[in-house]
């Protein structure tokens, strides 16, 4: 029909159980998902209705071709930082995928690549970076900064003006109290609660938070 509007469609980079989720979200959007790009064409997707696509090459000839949405269902942080790099080169557009539960202040910003699950909230002025992770319920209070590629687990917490550094990881239930910094590549384990600022590329776990132990420094 003539003027009708054309629905928004985009494809889900990732065809683990993440994608999966990812992929649910989009329909919830009312977005058309086409199917899936992974470079394991092994994995099937069942349940879903939808199939692996093709790996990063078909990505690359086929933005050349057409224009594309393409969402982040990669779990894994740093993976999913490559992945995103990887459609950033093949001039596909990277979009966000908010699931319609989550709150999400009008004066949050979230940058491109972020996956905000149902029933998160962000609350006023906090940033969420590229390719984030807002697992289920998980919640961002005001003024917090989250670095790109992070991801909070479902349930995790962060208070005010709390820092997360880039590719940080905090795990399902953990929390973290107001003004604290979280340093980049760090895991905080399931649980757990922070109450004094964490170092780079260490694992902590427990109540209050303690360093575990430290990790090699791959980036």
């Not at 990812?22 to 058309?32: N, P, R, S, Y």
């Not at 490559?82 to 557009?93: D, F, H, L």
């Not at 953990?174 to 399931?190: D, H, T, Y």
Request: aromatic share 4%.
């Amino acid at each position: 029909m003539k003027g009708r509007k054309q629905r928004q469609s985009a494809i889900v980079y990732g065809a683990s159980g993440h994608g999966k989720v990812v992929a649910d979200i989009l329909h919830a959007c009312g977005i058309e998902v086409e199917g899936f790009v992974d470079d394991d064409p092994r994995l099937c997707k069942q349940g879903t209705g939808l199939k692996i696509l093709g790996e990063a090459r078909w990505l690359m000839q086929e933005a050349a071709r057409r224009p594309l949405a393409v969402a982040l269902g990669i779990g894994d942080n740093f993976a999913r930082r490559s992945v995103a790099e990887c459609v950033v080169r093949s001039t596909a557009v990277l979009i966000t995928a908010v699931h319609p539960s989550a709150t999400i202040s009008p004066s949050a910003t979230i940058c491109s690549g972020t996956v905000i699950m149902p029933h998160a909230v962000v609350n006023a002025g906090a940033v969420i970076g590229c390719g984030a992770i807002i697992n289920t319920a998980a919640i961002v209070e005001h003024d917090c900064i989250v670095g790109s590629y992070c991801h909070l687990s479902p349930h995790a917490t962060i208070g005010g003006h709390v820092e997360v550094g880039e590719l940080a990881w905090l795990g399902i239930g953990s929390s973290v109290i107001p003004e604290i910094k979280v340093g980049r590549c760090s895991i905080v384990g399931a649980g757990a609660t922070v109450i004094s600022n964490i170092d780079e590329w260490v694992v902590t776990v427990g109540t209050p938070a303690r360093t575990l132990k430290k990790l090699a420094r791959a980036v």
